[in-house]
């Protein structure tokens, strides 16, 4: 899924068939980036178990805006569906990674999924906080 974000719509579409069951993608953000890249990030809802799918992969110049856009789809997601969410993957490489990381704890400390049901898979991050940080990171993600 981290490198799904690297592609089109079409790609991490492609990346969800080829897991079981059925996934609704509800976000897809494209900035465009320095050096005209395009960082992006994806939020799916898998339909059969209510596990909630965001993947970012991004640079540093996009990271506020992406964080801000899907933190805030997640939250209206979450207010708007009845299904609710059972379960969390969130995942990311390099930036990306930091990205994930920092919603990883947003949504936990908001109760938008319990934060034993969220996996945080990360590629080449970036480190995030400080010793206090990652220790209120392991403990709770």
Not at 36 to 49: H, I, K, P, R, V
Not at 62 to 84: C, I, M, W
């Amino acid at each position: 899924m981290a490198a799904a974000a690297y592609g089109s719509v079409d790609n991490f579409i492609y990346c969800l068939q080829t897991l079981t069951g059925s996934y609704d993608v509800f976000f897809n953000i494209q900035i465009p980036c320095l050096n005209n890249e395009t960082c992006t990030g994806f939020m799916a809802l898998s339909l059969e178990d209510k596990a909630l799918i965001l993947s970012f992969g991004t640079s540093k110049y996009a990271y506020k805006q992406l964080l801000n856009d899907s933190g805030e789809s997640v939250f209206n997601k979450r207010r708007r569906s009845p299904l609710g969410f059972g379960s969390g993957m969130i995942t990311g490489h390099s930036i990306g990674g930091a990205i994930a990381s920092i919603a990883a704890a947003k949504i936990a400390s908001a109760n938008v999924i319990d934060a034993k049901q969220i996996k945080l898979v990360t590629f080449g991050q970036p480190r995030v906080g400080n010793k206090a940080w990652a220790a209120a990171m392991e403990n709770a993600v």
